[in-house]
């Protein structure tokens, strides 16, 4: 089924990307680790059977919300990687991107038995009740894309440094409201800086479409992008604050709240950092023949009519020059590779703990280590990447 072969030349072009998106310059997280919860809504008492000591049952994907390609392409990686090892696999997201909703639906899963839950989540509270039930069944949890509590999952998957993240979303849309491509020679902060040393204009206005107020990994880039606001370059030449406005990554809600951006014609750019919300804003802006620009974290696949497919083209005849994003599928196999660990090598996600992950497609072995950030650990998969004209077209078919 998974016979798509992607990502055969993923890791080449992703060193490439990386290179030119000068990756070196990691920093810390902007955010700590989700505070403790309040005390959950919902759940029933009774108790959760046990996971088989054999690893045997249903190991549960649960994405944020159906209907999202990131977390399909996630589950994909998750559930090729499981069941290369004979693993069970079962993706299960609620219709809606709500904590009430996740949480009902984790609480029937536990009863019901099952043997391991990976979980993208979509608020930083009221999941303590139904993964403490989890918890007391022996079910291990680890969270991946977005946060769940500290006190409940061996650790987080974390996609990408949070701050390079937020720092580049920035850069990107500084340059794109400038009109500079995607320095393919230089780092983004580098341009950033050349640039603005010489601007006079008025001041740059960023706008940001989320995705849920809550959720916590759309909050942790944004808190970051402040951070990098903050930064003496952008003083008096770019707005610290962001015009933030969320679609719930809900196609239709995004679209409304891109259109807001329009009709009120107060940003320069906007950042998405969202899927959901970078395609449905590409279509407005693209329809509306709006001024405003766009960047933020799109799939190759979903924004192709918003961005410039070849090197020869003039990327700001586009609505979106360029964009991050980062290998997804690999992502969820990273997160398939720590429950594995979890189930047969009683893997806990504790610092500086190692785990192996077997080759992957492209990707060869490799071992992932356990670090601390604020109160909770976290295993780094990769690193964000950069599409623009000249890379979109060999990107389109695999993400
Ligand atoms: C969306 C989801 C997810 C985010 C990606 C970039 O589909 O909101 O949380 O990480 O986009």
Not at 241 to 254: A, H, M, R, V
Not at 372 to 393: E, H
């Amino acid at each position: 089924m998974m016979k798509k072969f992607l990502a055969l030349m993923l890791s080449v072009s992703m060193i490439a990307g990386l290179a030119a998106c000068g990756s070196k310059e990691t920093e810390a997280p902007a955010t700590d680790a989700p505070a403790a919860e309040a005390p959950a809504e919902g759940g029933d008492d009774a108790e959760a059977p046990a996971p088989a000591a054999d690893g045997s049952g249903k190991h549960i994907f649960m994405f944020k919300s159906t209907g999202n390609s990131f977390g399909d392409l996630m589950y994909e990686g998750y559930s090729e990687y499981m069941s290369a090892l004979g693993y069970e696999t079962e993706y299960t997201s609620p219709a809606e991107t709500t904590v009430a909703a996740q949480v009902q639906m984790l609480d029937e899963l536990i009863t019901q038995g099952v043997a391991s839950i990976v979980i993208s989540t979509n608020g930083d509270t009221g999941y303590d009740e139904v993964f403490q039930k989890a918890k007391d069944a022996g079910i291990p949890i680890v969270s991946i894309d977005s946060e769940a509590s500290v006190n409940y999952r061996l650790a987080h998957i974390n996609q990408a440094e949070v701050q390079d993240i937020g720092s580049y979303l920035v850069q990107a849309a500084v340059l794109i409201t400038l009109g500079v491509d995607y320095p393919e020679d230089k780092t983004m902060e580098e341009v950033v800086a050349e640039q603005l040393g010489s601007y006079s204009g008025d001041e740059i206005v960023l706008g940001v479409l989320s995705a849920g107020v809550d959720t916590p990994v759309q909050n942790s880039w944004i808190a970051a992008m402040e951070v990098e606001l903050a930064k003496d370059m952008y003083a008096g030449k770019v707005s610290p604050e962001l015009d933030k406005k969320y679609g719930n990554d809900d196609p239709t809600e995004s679209t409304t709240q891109a259109n807001a951006f329009v009709a009120e014609n107060k940003v320069d750019c906007i950042i998405s950092p969202t899927t959901v919300g970078i395609a449905a804003a590409g279509q407005v802006l693209k329809q509306a023949n709006s001024e405003i620009k766009l960047t933020g974290l799109g799939l190759p696949s979903e924004m192709q009519s918003f961005m410039p497919n070849s090197a020869d083209e003039d990327a700001f005849t586009y609505v979106c020059p360029y964009m991050m994003l980062w290998d997804v599928i690999h992502l969820g196999a990273v997160a398939g590779a720590a429950i594995d660990a979890a189930l047969t090598n009683g893997w806990a996600g504790t610092d500086g703990e190692t785990f192996t992950m077997a080759a992957f497609r492209d990707y060869a072995e490799e071992d992932y280590s356990v670090y601390t950030q604020g109160d909770g650990t976290f295993v780094l998969a990769g690193t964000p990447y950069i599409f623009y004209k000249g890379n979109m077209a060999e990107w389109i078919d695999k993400l």
